[in-house]
Nanobody
C-alpha cells in the first residue's frame, strides 16, 4: 500500500509563493508518474502538473505554466510543487497522486493513490 502525504499549504497574499511537498511511502516510485491536482469548491478536480519519476519529465496545465514547478527528490521519495505568483484562482485543496502505470495523462482515473490534500488559500 502506498501512502502519500502532502504538506506546505497555507494562506498567502496574491503574488506570493508557497512550496508544497508530497512524501511517499510503501513503494518505489521510479516506474510511475506523480501528479499534482487541485480541487476548488464547486469545480472539477483539475490536473496541475505531473512528473515521470524515472527521468523527471514534467507536464503542466496551461493555467500554471511559468508559475509552478514540480521537482523530485529520488533519495527521499518526495516531490515538490513550487508555486510562484499565486493568484486567488489558485485557491484550492492540492492533492498528490500516484499513477497506476508508468504512463499517465491528466485524467484523475489514471491515478490510484491519493493524498489527503493540503489547503492553499490566496487572498489579501
Amino acid at each position: 500500500q502506498v501512502q502519500l502525504v502532502e504538506s506546505g499549504g497555507g494562506l498567502v497574499q496574491p503574488g506570493g509563493a508557497l512550496r508544497l511537498s508530497c512524501a511517499a511511502s510503501g513503494s518505489t516510485l521510479r516506474s510511475h508518474v506523480m501528479a499534482w491536482f487541485r480541487h476548488a469548491p464547486g469545480k472539477e478536480r483539475e490536473h496541475v502538473g505531473r512528473i515521470r519519476w524515472i527521468d523527471g519529465t514534467t507536464d503542466y496545465a496551461d493555467s500554471v505554466k511559468g508559475r509552478f514547478t514540480i521537482t523530485r527528490d529520488n533519495a527521499k521519495d518526495t516531490k515538490s510543487l513550487q508555486m510562484n505568483s499565486l493568484q486567488p484562482e489558485d485557491t484550492a485543496v492540492y492533492y498528490c497522486a500516484k499513477s497506476k502505470f508508468g504512463i499517465a495523462t491528466m485524467a484523475p482515473d489514471d491515478y490510484d493513490y491519493w493524498g489527503q490534500g493540503t489547503q492553499v488559500t490566496v487572498s489579501s
